[in-house]
């Protein structure tokens, strides 16, 4: 069956995961606190399998891991070098940590929910167009940079029907797509740090905040705030 195969790594030893060709359906589940499994190429796991991570930790390296489904994690990390993470599924992290993902897919939308102190690094959305949208479902916690890369005038990244507000510890680079739907995103900038907003193109939505009282904040291009947005 497509959906009944399940790889779950076990004891705490290093693993790799190698893939020169063929296509992986299975759900693949990391649960053991002191293993830790690494990609040792490029890897693509398909819409009827998923990532789970409660344990350990996933190196991903200077490879690409194409999850076109869901992503699920309650512990342990999920380490990126200069390699990506790309998730078109919905994303879920009760604990954790994720250094780097991107959100991409253009004919998904998907969810991204967080809770339980999980936090990801830099978060970047790209190749969103025709409609579709990545939405916040939860705030979130964003320790680096969030970007938006790429999408239409209707989609990248919305918030569901209540506020949302991303704890952004880094910069925000807008290219492309649209940062907020109506009026309930919010980008919190946290920290004592100085912090960097660049804007190419795209359209801000999102309400814009800053609270810290050390923190210092500063355009590094001309930057628009729409109507629905603050």
């Known amino acids: 069956s497509a959906t009944a195969l399940r790889i779950s790594f076990f004891g705490d030893t290093t693993h790799t995961i190698t893939q020169t060709a063929g296509i992986v359906n299975a759900h693949i589940r990391l649960d053991n606190a002191s293993e830790i499994v690494n990609l040792a190429s490029n890897l693509t796991i398909t819409s009827t399998g998923s990532l789970t991570v ?47 993902v991107d959100f991409d897919g253009n004919a998904h939308n998907s969810t991204i929910n967080q809770s339980g102190g999980a936090t990801i690094g830099n978060m970047s959305v790209s190749q969103v167009a025709g409609g579709f949208f990545k939405l916040v479902t939860s705030d979130l916690t964003v320790t680096g940079n969030l970007t938006i890369l790429s999408g239409d005038g209707t989609s990248a990244l919305h918030a569901s029907g209540a506020t949302r507000t991303i704890n952004l510890g880094g910069n925000l680079i807008m290219t492309q797509g649209t940062l907020g739907n109506t009026t309930q995103l919010r980008i919190s900038f946290v920290g004592d740090t100085t912090h960097t907003i660049t804007q190419t193109g795209g359209t801000v939505n999102a309400h814009i905040r800053l609270d810290n009282a050390n923190e210092i904040v500063n355009l590094a291009s001309s930057f628009t705030i729409t109507s629905t947005g603050s």
Do not use: A, E, M, R
């Open 54 to 100: 409660d344990l350990g930790t996933l190196g991903i390296g200077t490879f690409t891991l194409n999850l076109d489904s869901t992503f699920t994690q309650s512990g342990g990390s999920v380490t990126v070098g200069s390699g990506n993470f790309d998730v078109q599924g919905n994303f879920t992290q009760t604990g954790g940590s994720v250094s780097d």
